[in-house]
């Protein structure tokens, strides 16, 4: 069985996304989340906030996992669209993390600045994956597999 890696950008991005995941998680567990339990917060929002934070764990797991696989596959028009759509969830992310914190407390940005520099460097990745040309993706051009 002949496994190869088609798209390097997309394995980047894949294990991007774990660590993202990996280091999410820690920090949550380590940092944020104990921090519910000091402050008087209650209980319904307390819930609400360890679930989102681990929607994005999880979000990051998954997106990973997706793009390690999509590396190794060779059907460019449907790898396209699972791309485009994971890209289109992350900007969207960003927006949110970004307006969210503009709007609350606009000095907060800076605090935002690493988050938004990975983001974008995640979605740097994936882009020129998708950009890749079809020589470079793995597969042959119709005249290059004719043969002379």
């Not at 390097?8 to 999410?24: D, E, N, Q, S």
């Not at 679930?51 to 999880?58: E, G, L």
């Amino acid at each position: 069985m002949d496994v190869k890696i088609k798209n390097y950008y997309y394995l980047i991005a894949g294990v991007l996304a774990i660590l993202f995941a990996v280091t999410h998680a820690w920090n949550g567990q380590s940092a944020v989340l104990p921090m519910l339990l000091v402050n008087d917060i209650a209980m319904d929002t307390r819930i609400v906030f360890r679930y989102v934070w681990h929607i994005i764990t999880a979000e990051n797991l998954i997106f990973g996992i997706v793009f390690i696989i999509l590396s190794f596959q060779s059907e460019r028009s449907k790898i396209r669209s699972a791309a485009w759509i994971i890209v289109s969830l992350l900007l969207v992310r960003l927006i949110v993390i970004l307006g969210v914190t503009a709007y609350y407390d606009v000095s907060a940005l800076t605090d935002t600045l690493i988050d938004s520099i990975a983001i974008l460097i995640y979605v740097a990745f994936i882009i020129l994956g998708i950009r890749m040309k079809k020589k470079e993706f793995g597969g042959q051009s119709a005249q290059s597999s004719r043969k002379v």
